[in-house]
């Protein structure tokens, strides 16, 4: 409570701002389809870039927001991908904000900083990934990860480097100290009016939330195959009843992925051999057996969880306050042209910034 309370009132403008930012280029890479759950351009990581001159409690809290807002707006809070999420940025938040205390602007620039950033990012997730789903396999596809987390991160550091020399907003917010703020509204206490408005279907009776959670441990706990991939079936088919299933071609990469990471390290029967590769019936099994639970956990998050949850006290309110400037960029996206990609962005952050076409019909 503490931390929160040391953030004066331009600082959590700032957070709320940047925070939808990361939501909102967060939920642009969610859409595409990858392998892995820990596989990320990395786009989500400019506003951290961008806010890196706030003081040390508002920076933390925006990585906070960041993480909760993404579990919350992607529906993984109760999943594997969340702990991804926390782990890479965690790491990458923290040693970007310890470069730049003692480096910047002098010995390092933003392009520094953010390799830095995506590396460590990349390696406390392949850490996470060795530990709980891909064992040793992890250690095979590092290498390749390393090197896309290093050009990603060279890239968005480039970007930034531009944008804050050119940007309009961020000259206003962090170099001419502009108090002109963001007068966004707060949500209304109401949860049912919330609800309503954002057209967000009730929550399941708790009975079933309850038979749910029992399945969700028994997918972890019990260590049959047909048991895990029953219940992953079971999940799915009441995602697609609710209309959260997601795109099955998205799940079945996502699922082909990790058995194909864990059938790397070969163990148990040989089933068949091509060239070098020789495939195994333990690493199929583990395989299929690893992809069932994060894809049956990130089905769960994603329908028994609610998407909007009461968090008390002031970081309530910023991610209350995050979550509604989210709905205000996604309206404006149409604005956002990868054309114009600098001038967009910084006329996207402007608008929402100065709040002058929130009468907009």
């Known amino acids: ?20 930012f990361c939501l909102f280029l967060g939920a642009l890479e969610y859409v595409i389809p990858k392998p892995l759950p820990f596989i990320r351009l990395g786009a989500a990581n400019l506003p951290l870039l961008l806010a890196l001159p706030l003081s040390f409690p508002a920076f933390i809290t925006l990585i906070l927001i960041k993480v909760l807002g993404q579990a919350l707006i992607s529906g993984t809070l109760v999943s594997y991908v969340f702990l991804f999420s926390l782990a890479g940025t965690a790491a990458s938040a923290v040693m970007m904000l310890v470069i730049y205390r003692l480096f910047f602007p002098h010995l390092i620039g933003f392009t520094g900083v953010s390799v830095c950033g995506a590396l460590c990012s990349t390696f406390a997730q392949i850490l996470i990934a060795r530990a709980l789903i ?27 480097e531009r944008f804050t020399k050119s940007s309009r907003w961020y000259q206003a917010v962090f170099t001419e100290n502009n ?24 929550s399941p009776p708790s009975v079933f939330t309850c038979a749910a959670i029992l399945c969700a441990l028994a997918m972890i706990f019990v260590p049959v195959l047909w048991v895990r991939l029953g219940l992953l079936c079971l999940f799915w088919l009441y995602a697609q009843l609710r209309r959260r299933a997601g795109n099955p071609v998205f799940m079945l990469i996502f699922f082909a992925g990790i058995v194909a ?16 590769l020789r495939f195994t019936e333990g690493a199929l099994t583990a395989g299929l057996s690893k992809a069932a639970i994060v894809q049956g956990l990130m089905l769960f998050s994603k329908t028994f969880m609610p998407r909007e949850l009461a968090f008390p006290g002031n970081f309530g309110r910023l991610l209350s306050a995050t979550l509604t400037t989210f709905g205000m960029i996604h309206l ?3 604005s956002f042209t990868p054309a114009a990609l600098m001038p967009s962005l910084d006329a996207l952050l402007w608008k929402c910034w100065s709040g002058t076409d929130n009468d907009k019909a």
């Open 179 to 202: 108090e002109k703020n963001l007068p966004y509204d707060e949500p209304s206490q109401n949860s049912g009016e919330t609800r309503r408005a954002r057209n967000i279907p009730p």
């Open 134 to 160: 891909l064992g040793e396999s992890a250690l095979l596809i590092a290498p390749p990860l390393l090197a896309m987390g290093t050009l990603t991160g060279l890239l968005l550091g480039l970007f930034c």
């Open 332 to 334: 404006e996206k149409t």
């Open 1 to 20: 409570m503490l931390l929160f309370g040391k953030i004066n009132e331009k600082e959590r403008r700032i957070i709320a701002l940047l925070g939808a």
């Open 261 to 276: 990471c864990t059938m790397l390290i070969p163990y148990g029967r040989l089933l068949f051999a091509w060239g070098p």
